[in-house]
C-alpha cells in the first residue's frame, strides 16, 4: 500500500508566505518525479511545479520567482515554498507522485487529498 498525503495550507494574507508538504509512504521502489498542482473553484486544474528524482524543476509562468519546489529522497517528501502570495493563488493544492511500488514493474500515479489555500485580507 502506498499512501500520498499532504499537509500546510491554510489562510494568509496577500504578501505572505506559505509551505506545503506532501510524503509518499509504503513499500516504494523509485519516486520518479514529484508534482504539484492546483485548481480553483470554476477553473481547470494547473499544473504549478515538477521535480523530476534529480532535482530538475519546471514552474508555470504564473508562479516563477515566487514558489520553489524541492525534495528530500530520504524522505520521499517534495515541498513546495510559496512566498510573495496573491489572491489569485487561492486553490486546492494537491500533490502527484510517479512512482514504482515493490513487486510492479512499471511506475504509476498517485495523489494526494489536496490542501486548501487561501489567500485574502
Known amino acids: 500500500q502506498v499512501q500520498v498525503v499532504e499537509s500546510g495550507g491554510g489562510w494568509v494574507q496577500p504578501g505572505g508566505s506559505l509551505r506545503l508538504s506532501c510524503a509518499a509512504s509504503?513499500?516504494?521502489?523509485?519516486?520518479?518525479?514529484m508534482r504539484w498542482y492546483r485548481q480553483a473553484p470554476g477553473k481547470q486544474r494547473e499544473l504549478v511545479a515538477t521535480i523530476t528524482r534529480l532535482g530538475n524543476t519546471n514552474y508555470a509562468d504564473s508562479v516563477k520567482g515566487r514558489f520553489t519546489i524541492s525534495r528530500d529522497n530520504a524522505k520521499n517528501t517534495v515541498y513546495l515554498q510559496m512566498n510573495s502570495l496573491k489572491p489569485a493563488d487561492t486553490a486546492v493544492y494537491s500533490c502527484?507522485?510517479?512512482?514504482?511500488?515493490?513487486?510492479?514493474?512499471?511506475?504509476?500515479?498517485?495523489w494526494g487529498q489536496g490542501t486548501q489555500v487561501t489567500v485574502s485580507s
Open positions: 502527484n507522485v510517479n512512482l514504482k511500488p515493490t513487486g510492479f514493474q512499471r511506475a504509476f500515479d498517485y
Open positions: 509504503g513499500s516504494i521502489v523509485t519516486i520518479n518525479f
